[in-house]
């Protein structure tokens, strides 16, 4: 499968721990794309890198979540001391120049 | 600034009957218009997308869309539903492609049912 790939699908964990998710792009994307979908909404941008520099975070992102690409391949996403407003569903999405992005199927994130 | 909305939360359709799920945007400058579907468990797909061509967008699996500058108006559309369009659609609206992803704008989205 050549497509965005993310891991872990699911995740449960008890608030105030601390998770990462990944993402791998597609191959040779230069940009790589994180959103939040909360239950009934529609994604919301968070943040987003060219090659490994991140340019853009949105204001949904708080000091509690990080965003990594180290070498301008796949890309980290860590929330620290995680709250129960913080369930959602993490996707990722890469894109090449100027065009639209692809997709991953997301990682679900249960805060307990 | 830029918004969408989605007239509708949900729509339910008989299988074979036609579709329409109704978007109205709002943007300072002229827009690119996606349509993406996104299915139980799977990622968003692209189903299509306006970029300042042609108003009448054709996409994958029989949908089209119009794009009606003077409505402010994407409507996604299909003359035939199929039980496998049941699914998530989400109406997109963003700066021209000229510029990054990421200052698109999803909508709420449309929940289809198709009855068979």
């Known amino acids: 499968d050549t497509g965005v790939s993310q891991d872990p699908r699911h995740k449960i964990t008890k608030r105030g721990q601390n998770v990462t998710f990944r993402c791998d792009p597609i191959s040779e994307h230069n940009r790589l794309y994180w959103y939040r979908q909360t239950l009934g909404q529609g994604p919301e941008f968070l943040t987003y890198f060219q090659n490994e520099a991140q340019l853009e975070k949105s204001r949904l992102l708080s000091d509690r979540f990080s965003a990594e690409r180290p070498k301008g391949s796949f890309s980290t996403l860590e929330i620290q001391r995680t709250e129960q407003g913080d369930s959602a569903m993490y996707l990722c999405?890469?894109?090449?120049?100027?065009?639209?992005?692809?997709f991953g199927q997301g990682t679900r994130l249960t805060v307990v | 600034a830029q918004s969408v909305t989605q007239l509708d939360s949900h729509v339910s359709v008989s299988e074979g009957t036609p579709v329409l799920l109704r978007c109205n945007y709002s943007s300072s400058y002229s827009p690119s218009l996606f349509w993406y579907v996104q299915h139980p468990n799977k990622g968003l797909q692209l189903l299509l997308k306006?970029?300042?061509?042609?108003?009448l967008v054709k996409g994958i699996n029989g949908f089209e869309a119009e794009f009606k500058k003077s409505e402010t108006s994407f409507h996604l559309t299909k003359p035939s539903a199929h039980m496998s369009d049941a699914a998530e659609y989400f109406c997109v609206v963003s700066r021209p492609l000229k510029t990054s992803y990421d200052k698109v704008i999803f909508g709420p989205g449309t929940s289809l049912s198709v009855i068979p």
């Open positions: 306006y970029t300042s061509a042609a108003t």
């Open positions: 999405a890469s894109s090449p120049h100027n065009t639209e992005a692809f």
